[in-house]
């Protein structure tokens, strides 16, 4: 009977050393990269409805150790916040605004203005004046519902066409090429406290970020106030346009505003196409080929992944007084979309944490290189 107790004692001690170590390994990332980067930048996540929540024990610990700012993934887009046309469903943003303030976390709202992830409703409106309703009312009611609870606003997200010119959304179609003006106008007057910016993929590349300039120009131009921009930043590991990258910080800051890196993440897998779209509306089938490593990214493929993210950290270093703010597309690779973009069901690898909240080796060396000399 005794031994029996004894062995029961030592399989529960046992057990309690085998949890202990699980946690431990799993939150070992002691080192804070919000801290690292403490008088530098902001470094920020996407976060999706179960984290505002706190619903995911590892990330609920994970992310205001890691992170200063957050930026809603979906949650604030028109499409959840104003369902009906006479609604709104103010209750994630809500417990967003509440979270970030409990943990002292920047909100970055996301966003008034975009072609995509629209209600139903306002893809059928057909009438410009309807669109015109719709917009003003959308922007104003809620801009100023988190006016001096947001730190800022994406006031309008991916209005450029990759040469430039404007897209041809609904809102161009329908409210003419002055609405990007209008849309800052409106937030600034709904939302006096609250920075605004401009947000877009690609706009790094020469064409593109002539057209973002010239938008931005012409806000100014206009007496309108925009505080800075986003260059979102989903890029492939090994092919960082790190040229065009550092020409768009020293280009954009000339322009005085605050220059941000908004949605970074680096692709590890193949891309069905040439080009570098972040467009979300485009779709490719999932062929094996494109799914290479389901089980786990071999070593050279995270080397290139480590270094892509080492050079681009290097460079924000380098412009740290042009850039406010690094935000990651997620918390860990789980969470990421392009899991399931522009492939379904993809396994890919594009962040600093892995499945099990485990930092990776990029996450130690861009925290090593606050410490050296720049
Ligand atoms: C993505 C989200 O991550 C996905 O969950 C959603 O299904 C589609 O949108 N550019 C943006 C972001 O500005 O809002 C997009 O987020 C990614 C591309």
Redesign the pocket.
């Known amino acids: 009977m005794k031994t029996k107790r004894f062995n029961l004692a030592i399989v529960i001690v046992i057990a309690v050393l085998f949890s202990f170590c699980t946690v431990t390994k799993n939150n070992k990332a002691n080192t804070s990269l919000q801290k690292a980067y403490q008088g530098k930048f902001l470094i920020g996540t ?1 976060l ?1 409805a179960n984290q505002i929540e706190e619903k995911e024990p590892h990330a609920a610990k994970l992310i205001p150790r890691q992170f200063n700012a957050a930026t809603p ?2 949650i604030m ?1 028109s499409e959840i916040i104003h369902p009906a046309w006479d609604r709104y469903d103010f209750d994630l943003a809500d417990k967003l605004i509440a979270y970030g303030k409990k943990y002292d976390i920047k909100i970055n709202a ?2 008034l203005i ?1 072609h ?2 629209l209600p139903v409703y306002v893809k059928a409106i057909k009438s410009a004046d309807s669109l015109r309703t719709f917009f003003e009312n959308h922007i104003t009611t809620v801009a100023s519902r988190y006016d001096g609870k947001v730190y800022s606003w ?1 006031v309008v ?2 209005a450029l066409n990759e040469d430039g010119t404007l897209r041809n959304s609904i809102f161009l179609q329908k409210l003419g090429p002055d609405y990007i003006v209008e849309a800052f106008r409106l937030a600034q007057k709904a939302a006096p406290n609250t920075q605004l910016y401009y ?1 877009d ?1 690609n706009i790094e590349e020469p064409k593109k970020r002539d057209g973002a300039i010239a938008l931005i120009k012409k806000i100014q131009a206009a007496g309108v106030r925009i505080d800075g921009v986003g260059i ?1 930043g ?1 890029w492939r590991a090994d092919r960082i346009p790190l040229k065009n990258i550092e020409e768009s910080i020293l280009e954009f800051s000339k322009l005085g505003i605050k220059v941000m890196f908004t ?1 970074l993440d680096l692709s590890v897998l193949p891309n069905p196409w040439d080009s570098n779209t ?1 467009d ?1 509306s485009a779709k490719a089938e999932n062929i094996a080929a494109l799914n290479p490593y389901p089980n786990g990214l071999p070593d050279s493929v995270q080397a290139v992944f480590t270094k892509g993210y080492t050079d681009l950290f290097k460079l924000f270093l380098k412009h740290q007084d042009a850039i406010s703010r690094v935000t990651f ?2 918390v860990n690779d789980t969470q990421s ?1 392009l899991n ?2 522009p492939v379904n069901g993809r396994t890919n690898y594009p962040l600093l944490f892995d499945r099990n909240f485990n930092p990776k080796e990029a996450y130690y060396q861009i925290i090593k290189m606050t410490k050296q000399k720049q």
């Open positions: 996407a999706n993934e979906n887009k996301h966003n975009w995509s992830q994406d997200n991916e947000n993929y979102q989903h949605e972040a979300v597309w997620g979309w399931d973009w």
